[in-house]
């Protein structure tokens, strides 16, 4: 069963950046359409990005040129580079597959967003 570790969060000023990592476990993580999701306090898990396994993206319309989405075969791990962060990104980030049936959830990784 896949186990994925979510990390690079942490407290930055809007408009600044970061990076998140999530490193999976498992030899069909190459196989696999992978993604970041974030759920704000007292809100639901919403889909961030998307990376097919050949590494070809799709975002959320509210961070469309701002995040990027990649990914490392080789390394089994996923990334997600966020510029231009805003308040209202303050959330939890947490990787998955792409679509259902999804493995265990990692811990994620927090982000807050604030001056």
């Known amino acids: 069963q896949v186990q994925l570790v979510e990390s690079g969060g942490g407290l930055v000023q809007p408009g600044e950046s970061l990076r998140l990592s999530c490193a999976a476990s498992?030899?069909?993580?190459?196989?696999?359409?992978m993604a970041w999701y974030r759920q704000a306090p007292g809100k639901g898990r919403e889909l961030v990005a998307t990376?097919?396994?050949?590494?070809?993206?799709a975002y959320a319309d509210s961070v469309k040129g701002r995040f990027t989405i990649s990914r490392d075969n080789a390394k089994n791990t996923v990334y997600l580079q966020m510029n231009s962060l805003e308040p209202e990104e303050t959330a939890v980030y947490y990787c998955?597959?792409?679509?259902?049936?999804?493995?265990?959830w990692g811990q994620g990784t927090q982000v807050t967003v604030s001056s």
């Open positions: 498992g030899t069909l993580f190459r196989l696999a359409p």
């Open positions: 990376a097919s396994p050949a590494g070809s993206a």
């Open positions: 998955n597959y792409a679509s259902p049936p999804f493995g265990p």
